[in-house]
């Protein structure tokens, strides 16, 4: 990946957090500058884990959201499975929003260790808490996507995820392949993925299409798999 000259010394201007959190969706370069040079994560990623706590348990808890949970087991035709899926459904809630409290934060952790070693071992001289920091802003885009379809699936009273490519396709028998992998490509995931591919790109001070492009490659890989497992088990 070739480098270039990004300024991400302590001479950019730090940002506030309401101005961080815009930023990412409408400035991504000059935002994820000022968190490179002032790598302040915790601000963003406590407002993404109690935000997503409170939208998707919230959803949960709501008798809407217990149905369309239990809509996913009952279309697998498993009744002894829908039976102990029924008697947890109330907790769910509690479950969803401890995920997005506890498992979301350490998942990013682990992720963001992934992206440190490769980017050192490219010779990256980036510290891992610029690393962290970039990731948990870019996940800013995710939190915008789980606001955008938790009311959608609460109004339509349905689990269909209405961000993936899925939607455009709407001719495709909903066990075959093509619509197991067309459900695996998610608007929102692409556009994380490129502000993530735009964070790197400025911290590590190289092209953001070289980054993008490992990342894509990747992400088809993942969802290839993904959908073949998924249609040989329907």
């Known amino acids: ?27 991504p370069r000059e935002t994820f500058a000022a968190v490179a040079a002032h790598p302040r994560w915790f601000g963003m990623l406590a407002l993404i884990a109690v935000a997503g706590a409170v939208l998707v348990g919230g959803f949960m ?10 809509d996913a087991f009952e279309r697998q035709g498993n009744a002894q499975q829908l039976a102990i899926m029924q008697r947890i459904a109330p907790y769910m809630g509690y479950v969803y929003a401890g995920s997005a409290l506890v498992i979301g934060p ?40 789980q606001v955008i379809l938790v009311p959608v699936q609460y109004l339509t009273q349905s689990a269909k995820v209405v961000t993936n490519a899925s939607v455009f396709f709407p001719m495709l028998d909903d066990q075959s392949f093509l619509f197991m992998l067309a459900s695996r490509i998610d608007l929102f995931t692409i556009w994380f993925l490129v502000v993530l591919s735009i964070g790197l790109g400025v911290l590590y001070r190289r092209r953001t299409g070289s980054i993008a492009t490992v ?13 073949a497992i998924q249609a040989a088990r329907s």
């Open 106 to 145: 350490l998942f990013q952790v682990l992720v963001a260790a992934a992206l440190f070693g490769v980017f050192m071992a490219l010779g990256g001289d980036a510290r891992f808490k610029q690393v962290f920091s970039v990731l948990v802003h870019a996940s800013v885009v995710s939190l915008v996507g």
């Open 61 to 70: 808890f709501t008798a809407v959201g217990q149905q369309t949970f239990l």
């Open 1 to 27: 990946m070739t480098e270039i000259t990004t300024p991400t010394d302590g001479v950019v201007a730090d940002k506030s957090l309401f101005a961080r959190l815009l930023g990412v969706l409408f400035s």
């Open 215 to 227: 990342f894509f490659v990747l992400y088809a890989l993942i969802a290839l798999g993904i959908a």
